[in-house]
């Protein structure tokens, strides 16, 4: 499985690579980690001529914790999102999610860029941002632009990036309260047969905020504002608790394929569902 | 988009080729640098025997280009060991059963020394997790569990004594 012959290109800007996306249009496309994108090059599924490298910008690298907000370097890869120890202690949730990503080796090669970027609705970072109402920062050749991670995603391999915009970084407040990203996958490496990313923070008892999330059970990750709203103001009681995972699994949409058929990925999203709240509550 | 000029370092020596950038490290290393210790398994990203270090990272260099090795330092099991001065982890694969057919071992024992590398001292679990990309149809996985901490405690033993 060989890909088709491009041109390589690796500038050490953002400008420089906005100018190669500007030049080329749609016969161009950046690589990250490459780990989503050269297997389906090698399968010849995709055509590209010119393949620009982001590997060279340092400028998109790196994670860094600013009072109450956490920016993390497109160019960050898995690998170092889930063995930096500040980032553990600040968002503790990063890490979790992180290391139920792939394997070992895809995660030392691919990006929280890549990951968001790419669109994949099998994706874990999608749902995890939507979790944590982050915002994706891009640049174009208009200039730069902020676009909120529950905004971005419009169908699968569609999102509103434009074609000659790239995402140089991801931030978001913070967060507090007990957390958890939970995951069903047939073995490790696997994609997502459900899983969600839960919030909750509890004072005096009373559920003050939350936020619940899904990956890989629509054609986009699903923020579940419906269960949010059940979850938020009650006293986190099994009933209310029963009602949120009820409201999430009615804003999942999943199409049957290798995992199953809809009506068991609607009963293990139920199941991951529960268990992120649970889990979450535990920490708060 | 002809050949280009690739310069790395493989195994402590410094090698210069001219190579498609759409090349597949993996081929690199078998059929220009004649070094078929790395092995093709499902070339699809999956099963980690083509499971080579990149600049302190393990990879799957079926799943990366030529031209993004560029500069790269590159340790493949030929580096680590030879038949006559086997590496620890070479040494326990055999001496704890570690192998059968092989197919996966150069694979294998690459990212375990990663993960040695990374983790001097680690627990089963941590094994088992660290090797999670790598695939092994034979053996059932114990004996290389076996074997990677049984190194472990040999790197270890000859770390203090040195
Ligand atoms: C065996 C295997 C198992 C996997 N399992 C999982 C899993 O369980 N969960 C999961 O979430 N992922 C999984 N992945 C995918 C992996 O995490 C990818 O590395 C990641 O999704 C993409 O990151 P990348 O840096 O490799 O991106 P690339 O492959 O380089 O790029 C992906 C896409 O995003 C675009 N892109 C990349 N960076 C940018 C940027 N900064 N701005 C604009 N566009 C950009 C590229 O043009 C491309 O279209 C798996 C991959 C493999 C090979
Ligand atoms: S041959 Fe590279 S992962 Fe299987
Ligand atoms: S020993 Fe045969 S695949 Fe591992």
Sequence with gaps: MIASAFEYHKPDTVDGVISLLSKWGDDARVVAGGHSLIPVMKQRMTDISHLIDLGGISELKGVSIDGDTITIGAMTTQHELATDEALAEAAPLIREASLQIADPQVRYMGTIGGNVANGDPANDMPGLMQTLDATYHLTGPAGKREVKARDFYEAAYFTAREDEEILTAISFAKPSGGFAYEKQKRKIGDYATAAAGVMITIVGGTCTAASVALTNLSDTPVYCGAAVDALVGSSLDDTTIKVAVAAAVDASDPVADTRGPVDFKKYVAGVIVKKAITSALARA | ?162
Aim: hydrophobic residues 35%; charged residues 20%.
């Design chain 2, 1 to 162: 988009m002809g050949k280009t000029h690739l310069k790395m370092t493989v195994n402590g020596k410094d090698v210069e080729l001219m190579a498609e950038p759409r090349q597949l490290l993996i081929h690199v290393l078998r059929e220009e640098l004649n070094l078929t210790g790395a092995h093709v398994g499902c070339e699809s990203s999956h099963c980690g025997a083509c499971t080579v270090d990149m600049n302190g990272m393990s990879v799957k260099s079926c799943t990366v280009f030529a031209a993004q090795a560029q500069h790269a330092e590159i340790t493949t099991i030929e580096g680590l060991g030879s038949p006559d001065g086997l590496h620890a982890l070479q040494e326990m694969f055999k001496e704890h059963h570690g192998l059968q057919c092989g197919y996966c071992t150069p694979g294998m024992i690459t990212r375990a020394h990663r993960l040695l590398q990374e983790n001097s001292n680690p627990s089963e679990e941590e094994v088992r997790f660290g090797i999670s990309g790598n695939l092994c149809r034979c053996t059932g996985y114990q004996n290389i569990v076996k074997a990677i901490l049984a190194a472990a405690a040999k790197m270890n033993e000859m770390k203090e004594s040195a």
